[in-house]
């Protein structure tokens, strides 16, 4: 299977009445030129690809977020698009020696590095009660690089 790759964009409307742009990846499968987005073209690679039980326990995930940084970053978009490497191996790459367990983050940031080297995921977590994230708040937290005037004090009496 010979994939090659160029970019296209189309205008849709989403359901909100918003406009978006939609990447189009066009590639050449078996001669025949074919427009698709990131989605479809991981979803073709794996056609015909023998996957193993850890690499089609993260397949979902791992397409997901991979579509959502292609996203959010473009150049890591036009990395997946010219690296000439199938998705199928990208996710024998990110589970390869992995033990009884694999943290989610992990998984994310070998799937990124397999298509850009030296790329890196951060992540940052907060705890919400439902409150919004109020209640994690303590007040020296809250106060810190506050001016706190007492006008009592201003007075003598």
Request: net charge positive; hydrophobic share 35%.
């Given at each position: 299977?010979?994939?090659?790759?160029?970019?296209?964009?189309?205008?849709?409307?989403?359901?909100?009445?918003?406009?978006?742009?939609?990447?189009?990846?066009?590639?050449?499968l078996?001669?025949?030129?074919?427009?698709?987005?990131?989605?479809?073209?991981?979803?073709?690679?794996?056609?015909?690809?023998?996957?193993?039980?850890?690499?089609?326990?993260?397949?979902?995930?791992?397409?997901?977020?991979?579509?959502?940084?292609?996203?959010?970053?473009?150049?890591?978009?036009?990395?997946?698009?010219?690296?000439?490497?199938?998705?199928?191996?990208?996710?024998?790459?990110?589970?390869?020696?992995?033990?009884?367990?694999?943290?989610?983050?992990?998984?994310?940031?070998?799937?990124?590095a397999?298509?850009?080297?030296?790329?890196?995921?951060?992540?940052?977590?907060?705890?919400?009660?439902?409150?919004?994230?109020?209640?994690s708040?303590?007040?020296?937290?809250?106060?810190?690089?506050?001016?706190?005037?007492?006008?009592?004090?201003?007075?003598d009496?």
């Amino acid at each position: 299977m010979m994939l090659r790759t160029s970019k296209k964009s189309k205008k849709k409307s989403s359901p909100k009445g918003a406009k978006q742009i939609l990447h189009k990846t066009s590639i050449t499968l078996a001669g025949e030129k074919v427009n698709m987005s990131i989605k479809e073209k991981l979803t073709a690679e794996l056609t015909d690809a023998k996957l193993g039980k850890y690499e089609t326990a993260v397949k979902n995930a791992v397409m997901k977020t991979i579509c959502k940084f292609c996203e959010q970053n473009a150049e890591f978009k036009q990395a997946i698009e010219q690296s000439g490497k199938s998705f199928a191996d990208c996710l024998k790459a990110t589970v390869k020696g992995v033990g009884a367990s694999l943290e989610d983050l992990e998984v994310y940031k070998r799937a990124v590095a397999f298509y850009f080297p030296g790329a890196d995921i951060k992540c940052t977590m907060t705890l919400d009660l439902g409150d919004g994230g109020f209640s994690s708040k303590t007040s020296t937290e809250a106060d810190s690089g506050k001016l706190q005037l007492d006008l009592d004090s201003l007075l003598d009496f």
